[in-house]
């Protein structure tokens, strides 16, 4: 059978790793490294990060012009 101090050294340890885990997901959202919706997306569309850096430049200049980015059809 498991001894009762090494079941709540085995929680313990649990519950400081969810609490770490916890932190670095909110720390995640408040800095907004999960703010870039299309980052995956373009992934997908283009193969090399050549051509994403491409597509990121074409998007950014589009934005600076105030024209909305055209939708690519399949």
Known sequence: MMDSGMLAVMLGVS?????VALGAFLWGLRSGQFDDAKKFTHGALFDSE???NDAALKDQKRRLRGQAPQEKEN
């Open 50 to 52: 050549e051509e994403l």
């Open 15 to 19: 519950l400081f790793l969810g609490t």
